[in-house]
């Protein structure tokens, strides 16, 4: 009985072979013909009694090579698929597609190998037939989501048409939520998967948009289940994904599920044409309900804008104006509506820059409605960029001067010396090289502030944050300064017990320099300048007392702008080209520390310096600022 099923499988075996469209070849481990069905036959044109027991002489020459490697795969235990040519016997080449497996016993002995052949325009045919069928099933589909508005329909409408289309096992369309995806939609999901969210950089989608492309095809395995979408699904094997984008940006993706069915070239084109279609009814979708909300809305956006609004209707008159448009120009919504606007316009498109009898600089922008005839006119309050543009053509004359004048006066120096050395008395050289040195000096400290000004600017001073003592600073700072003028009395108050600082100890001998430099430079009469700290709280503060000038309260804060000195008359006062303060409070801050200007009781100015003080063991360096 049991010979005679075997025999009886054995027919089987032999009648499904026989009977196979596709052409089956079995070779012996030395690549002789074991086997050749009847497709095999009308395939190459060879009958199995011309070729069995010997070489196929199918392979052409110069892919003996080719065929070579797939034996050798396939006997190291691999499968091989691949499209290539082999020789039909009246010696046309044909394009087929092989798939060669190894031929074992029951114990993994190899015994030799079976291909099996098709012409690879039968499998073209018949992808392109099957694509064009889904094709037009995609168009059916996209007709019926754009049909809604409704934006959860639509979602539903996109993850049942992705398993219809794709033939997935499962279905899902996640929304992009900043750093997150949340699950929106699913089909053949479980429903309380619905709203769960995870990493958006963890996820395929953020692999899929780091490459820049649209789709992505991954297989997967259970240990590498990670993904909300996916996660719970049994028997899970490749994941596709493609990005729907809305406007021009990545909205959300599209997930197909494949846990029994097969994932190819076909099913990857019509998930990526399904997810820009997506893409299209989303932002239908979006943009209805934005309509809706912006009817809700528009006033209050109106309302609350930075920028001055206003509309004006097909004769030219103004029909709204928002109320930063009245706080701008001083033109409350009563006076205007009704009338032309305050200040010229531009053409649409164009921006026109101008200055308010108020002494304000605007930008203003026009833009048509040619639905409507009605024009938009959005102006902003450009006066500080204004004064900050001046503020740097200033910096550059005072700087080429600053430069020009030492520079003039070591090349005169310099030239003499060159000329008359032998003439002049050596009181006289020594007196120009004194004067060289000390012009010298000068260029050197102007393009240090220069230097430090540009890093400052760029966030790019380096700090090393640690423990040092502030009282030893200042004593060092103010060391030799009694001495540098006779209309000047120095005092300097530091407590013996005085605690240490978190802080950069050369960054805060830069800037206590500064600081006593403005006091002696700001205080041109002479008088007293005191230097005073303390401790209080969590921080150690130290001020710098001068009997000058004085600040303006509205220039408290402008003086440590960049280009800025309180008065413009005070670059030719006192030079300089307004970068000192700038980088005082740049090196202040960047220490975790501060620095304010404050007027002095009985006149003059106090600058106020404050550190964190130690509480414990502090070492750490910090990089770029």
């Known amino acids: 009985m049991g010979d005679d099923r075997s025999d009886y499988e054995d027919g089987i075996a032999r009648a499904a072979v026989a009977s196979s469209p596709d052409a089956i070849v079995a070779l012996d481990r030395d690549l002789s013909v074991l086997g050749w069905n009847p497709a095999a036959e009308r395939l190459?044109?060879?009958?199995?009694?011309?070729?069995?027991?010997?070489?196929?002489?199918?392979?052409?020459?110069?892919?003996?090579?080719?065929?070579?490697?797939?034996?050798?795969?396939?006997?190291?235990?691999?499968?091989?698929?691949?499209?290539?040519?082999?020789?039909?016997?009246?010696?046309?080449?044909?394009?087929?597609?092989?798939?060669?497996?190894?031929?074992?016993?029951?114990?993994?002995?190899?015994?030799?190998?079976?291909?099996?052949?098709?012409?690879?325009?039968?499998?073209?045919?018949?992808?392109?037939?099957?694509?064009?069928?889904?094709?037009?099933?995609?168009?059916?589909?996209?007709?019926?989501?754009?049909?809604?508005?409704?934006?959860?329909?639509?979602?539903?409408?996109?993850?049942?048409?992705?398993?219809?289309?794709?033939?997935?096992?499962?279905?899902?369309?996640?929304?992009?939520?900043?750093?997150?995806?949340?699950?929106?939609?699913?089909?053949?999901?479980?429903?309380?998967?619905?709203?769960?969210?995870?990493d958006l950089h963890t996820s395929l989608v953020g692999k899929l948009l780091r490459t820049g492309k649209t789709v992505l095809?991954?297989?997967?395995?259970?240990?590498?289940?990670?993904?909300?979408?996916?996660?719970?699904?049994?028997?899970l094997h490749t994941v596709a994904v493609g990005v729907a984008a809305v406007k021009g940006r990545p909205y959300g993706a599209l997930y197909a599920l494949f846990a029994k069915g097969k994932a190819g070239h076909v099913e990857l084109e019509l998930l990526e044409l399904l997810a820009g279609h997506a893409g299209i009814a989303v932002g239908n979708a979006v943009a209805y309900q934005e309509a809706v909300r912006q009817r809700a809305h528009e006033r209050a956006v109106f309302d609350a804008s930075a920028d001055g609004i206003g509309v004006l209707d097909e004769a030219g008159r103004?029909?709204?104006?928002?109320?930063?448009?009245?706080?701008?120009?001083?033109?409350?919504?009563?006076?205007?509506?009704?009338?032309?606007?305050?200040f010229p316009l531009p053409d649409p498109g164009e921006k026109l820059t101008i200055r308010l009898e108020s002494g304000r600089w605007l930008d203003v922008l026009c833009a048509a409605i040619?639905?409507?005839?009605?024009?938009?006119?959005?102006?902003?309050?450009?006066?500080?960029?204004?004064?900050l543009e001046e503020a740097k053509d200033l910096f550059l004359a005072t700087t080429s001067h600053e430069l020009r004048t030492p520079i003039t006066i070591v090349q005169g120096f310099a030239s003499t010396l060159d000329a008359r050395w032998d003439d002049l008395s050596d009181a006289e050289r020594r007196s120009a090289v004194h004067t060289i040195a000390e012009r010298a000096r000068m260029l050197g400290r102007l393009v240090e502030h220069l230097l430090l000004g540009a890093h400052a600017g760029a966030d790019e001073l380096r700090i090393r944050i640690e423990t040092f003592d502030l009282a030893e600073r200042v004593r060092a700072a103010t060391l030799g300064l009694p001495v540098l003028s006779d209309r000047h009395r120095i005092e300097v108050r530091i407590p013996d017990d005085l605690p240490k600082v978190h802080g950069d100890s050369l960054a805060t001998d830069i800037l206590l320099g500064q600081l006593l430099e403005n006091a002696f430079k700001y205080s041109p009469d002479g008088g007293l300048i005191r230097v005073e700290a303390w401790a209080v709280g969590d921080q150690v503060g130290l001020v710098v007392d001068d009997e000058g000038i004085g600040i303006a309260a509205a220039d408290r804060e402008r003086i440590f702008e960049r280009f800025v000195q309180a008065d413009s008359g005070n670059r030719r006062r006192f030079g300089g080209v307004g970068l000192g303060l700038y980088i005082v409070r740049s090196l202040?801050?960047?220490?975790?520390?501060?620095?304010?200007?404050?007027?002095?009781?009985?006149?003059?100015?106090?600058?106020?310096?404050?550190?964190?003080?130690?509480?414990?063991?502090?070492?750490?360096?910090?990089?770029?600022?």
């Open 217 to 235: 095809l991954e297989e997967t395995s259970p240990d590498g289940l990670h993904d909300l979408v996916w996660a719970r699904l049994p028997g």
């Open 370 to 387: 040619p639905e409507t005839g009605e024009v938009v006119v959005d102006f902003r309050d450009v006066t500080r960029a204004k004064e």
């Open 44 to 198: 190459f044109g060879w009958s199995a009694k011309q070729l069995m027991g010997r070489r196929a002489p199918i392979v052409p020459a110069e892919l003996m090579a080719e065929h070579n490697a797939v034996m050798e795969r396939v006997r190291t235990g691999g499968q091989v698929s691949l499209r290539t040519r082999r020789f039909h016997r009246d010696g046309r080449l044909l394009e087929v597609r092989v798939d060669t497996n190894a031929l074992r016993t029951d114990t993994g002995t190899l015994l030799g190998y079976v291909s099996v052949y098709h012409l690879a325009d039968d499998d073209e045919v018949a992808r392109a037939a099957r694509r064009a069928r889904l094709v037009r099933r995609l168009t059916d589909v996209v007709g019926d989501i754009n049909a809604e508005l409704d934006l959860p329909i639509v979602l539903d409408r996109i993850a049942g048409s992705l398993t219809e289309l794709t033939g997935a096992d499962a279905g899902g369309f996640v929304q992009i939520e900043g750093e997150r995806l949340r699950l929106v939609s699913g089909h053949h999901l479980p429903s309380d998967m619905r709203g769960t969210t995870a």
């Open 318 to 342: 103004v029909s709204q104006w928002n109320p930063a448009a009245a706080e701008l120009t001083g033109f409350p919504a009563e006076r205007v509506i009704g009338g032309p606007p305050p």
């Open 588 to 625: 202040a801050r960047a220490q975790g520390g501060d620095v304010t200007a404050h007027s002095r009781p009985g006149g003059g100015t106090r600058m106020r310096f404050v550190l964190k003080r130690v509480t414990g063991v502090c070492g750490s360096e910090h990089g770029m600022i």
